[in-house]
């Protein structure tokens, strides 16, 4: 697949089964640098696995992911994993924190998975942390922090090695609204300034109003709504 | 609700008389509204005046001549656009959208594809108002929370309604 000018990351007719459970069924995909895309759907539709297959966490059965020029099916799997470390980001409904850190070394773990000196790390994940008005609790460990500010941490580490394309499946799905609303203002907001892409998988009307547009996953077929109307 | 609209896709089944299609439209959509016969009477004359229904037989009896309508081509091209154009987003416009989805099930269209449009639609009028909500003060921002809260119920009730197209479909078409 040679997708069009400017796109970042795209798919085309990806399938995906799990035995006999058809997760995806031909869904295709396409997003821009700097561009907010929300992945709706009724539960079990297949928006998670299609997050997971862009993401290069779990391969597809068949079709085509193309991420800048690059399919990620001809890549190793040293070379994908390198690629989720250096230039992906993810976000996750919870449990994402290691609890044994505090917050600002769960920030600079990315930092120090990918080399990066301790001192060093952790000032540029205290800056995140101010981006996301969470730096007062760097000393703090996750347990002792609320949903809403651990999910700020949780942001500010997505986006400490400054990642191209930034993956959010339920980001807010513990919060609550007011909390939630706040957490996607500043993902998209940083996200935006970054000119980073964000593949915002919701079930959530109001979650999915801060994308620029939506694709809808049914039964693992997928509709570009921009393109339907 | 678009009246002509809603007589014009009953009338996609079939030939029928102005009586038989207000008892169709009160067991469909008139359930604490039913039609008087006057509305149905001078729906249908505008509808003939525009070629969207024509008359397909007279029946003589010991009262008034009774019509029998048929859609035209010109008709379903209408029941087709109007199906296709998505509801401005408002409050309450619920009853609207469910007589399109009943319409489109019972004509055999995509009712699925009725729900994704709208939910386009009312996404579209989401973000203009995140938007304003985020570049505004507390005012602002309660004001668009207030239509934002509206806009979300109906898409929860869109969402549930797709849930069980399936089911809705058995029912309508039993």
């Given at each position: 697949?040679?997708?069009?000018?400017?796109?970042?990351?795209?798919?085309?007719?990806?399938?995906?089964?799990?035995?006999?459970?058809?997760?995806l069924d031909?869904?295709g995909f396409?997003?821009?640098?700097?561009e907010v895309v929300?992945?709706?759907?009724?539960?079990?539709?297949g928006k998670?696995?299609l997050?997971?297959c862009?993401?290069?966490?779990?391969?597809?059965d068949?079709?085509?992911?193309v991420?800048?020029?690059?399919?990620l099916?001809?890549?190793?799997?040293?070379?994908r994993?390198?690629?989720r470390?250096?230039e992906?980001?993810f976000v996750?409904?919870?449990?994402?924190?290691?609890p044994e850190?505090?917050?600002?070394e769960?920030v600079?773990?990315?930092?120090?998975?990918?080399?990066?000196?301790?001192?060093?790390?952790?000032?540029?994940a205290?800056?995140?942390?101010q981006?996301?008005?969470?730096d007062?609790?760097?000393?703090?460990?996750?347990?002792e922090?609320?949903?809403?500010?651990g999910?700020?941490?949780?942001?500010a580490?997505?986006?400490?090695?400054?990642?191209r394309?930034?993956f959010?499946?339920?980001?807010?799905g513990?919060?609550?609204?007011?909390?939630?609303?706040?957490?996607?203002e500043?993902?998209?907001?940083a996200?935006?300034?970054?000119?980073?892409?964000?593949?915002?998988?919701?079930?959530?009307?109001?979650?999915?109003?801060?994308?620029?547009?939506?694709?809808?996953?049914?039964d693992?077929?997928?509709r570009?709504?921009?393109?339907?109307? | 609700?678009?009246?002509?609209?809603?007589l014009?896709?009953?009338?996609e089944?079939?030939?029928?008389?102005?009586?038989?299609?207000?008892?169709?439209?009160?067991?469909?959509?008139g359930?604490?509204?039913?039609l008087?016969?006057?509305?149905?009477y001078s729906?249908?004359?505008?509808l003939l005046?525009?070629?969207?229904?024509?008359?397909?037989?007279?029946?003589?009896?010991?009262?008034?001549?009774?019509?029998?309508y048929?859609?035209t081509?010109a008709?379903v091209?209408?029941?087709?656009?109007w199906?296709?154009?998505p509801?401005?987003?408002?409050?309450?416009l619920?009853s609207?959208l469910?007589?399109k989805v009943?319409?489109a099930l019972?004509?055999?269209?995509d009712?699925a594809?009725?729900?994704?449009?709208?939910?386009?639609?009312h996404l579209?009028?989401m973000?203009?108002?995140?938007?304003?909500?985020r570049?505004g003060?507390?005012?602002?921002?309660?004001?668009?929370?207030?239509?934002?809260?509206h806009?979300?119920?109906?898409?929860?009730?869109?969402?549930?309604?797709?849930?069980r197209?399936?089911?809705l479909?058995?029912?309508?078409?039993?």
């Open positions: 697949m040679t997708p069009p000018p400017g796109t970042l990351l795209a798919a085309e007719d990806l399938r995906k089964s799990y035995g006999p459970t058809v997760a031909g869904a396409s997003i821009h640098p700097g929300a992945v709706m759907g009724p539960s079990g539709s998670s696995t997050l997971h862009l993401a290069g966490i779990v391969p597809p068949s079709g085509s992911i991420y800048d020029g690059r399919e099916a001809g890549m190793s799997d040293t070379e994993s390198a690629l470390r250096s992906f980001g996750f409904q919870f449990g994402q924190l290691v850190l505090t917050c600002v769960n600079a773990l990315p930092l120090r998975l990918n080399g990066r000196p301790r001192k060093e790390a952790e000032r540029a205290l800056a995140w942390m981006r996301l008005e969470v007062d609790l760097a000393a703090k460990r996750p347990g922090v609320s949903g809403g500010q999910q700020r941490v949780a942001v580490r997505a986006l400490v090695t400054e990642p394309v930034i959010a499946d339920e980001p807010t513990a919060l609550d609204s007011l909390n939630g609303e706040r957490v996607m500043l993902l998209t907001e996200a935006r300034s970054a000119n980073a892409a964000v593949v915002l998988v919701t079930h959530e009307a109001r979650v999915a109003a801060y994308s620029d547009r939506e694709i809808v996953v049914r693992g077929r997928s570009d709504m921009e393109r339907a109307i | 609700m678009s009246i002509g609209h809603t014009l896709g009953l009338l089944s079939g030939p029928r008389h102005g009586y038989d299609l207000k008892r169709a439209f009160d067991e469909k959509f359930h604490d509204r039913p008087h016969y006057g509305q149905v729906t249908m004359s505008r005046k525009h070629g969207l229904v024509e008359v397909d037989g007279i029946e003589a009896g010991g009262g008034p001549e009774r019509k029998r048929a859609i081509d008709g091209t209408d029941v087709e656009r199906l296709a154009t509801e401005k987003p408002e409050e309450y619920q609207t469910y007589t009943v319409l019972l004509t055999h269209r009712a594809d009725i729900l994704d449009v709208q939910r386009s639609e579209r009028s973000r203009i108002l995140t938007d304003r909500k570049k003060d507390l005012a602002d921002q309660l004001v668009c929370d207030h239509a934002l809260f806009l979300e119920a109906d898409l929860r009730w869109l969402e549930l309604t797709a849930a197209l399936d089911k479909r058995a029912e309508v078409t039993r």
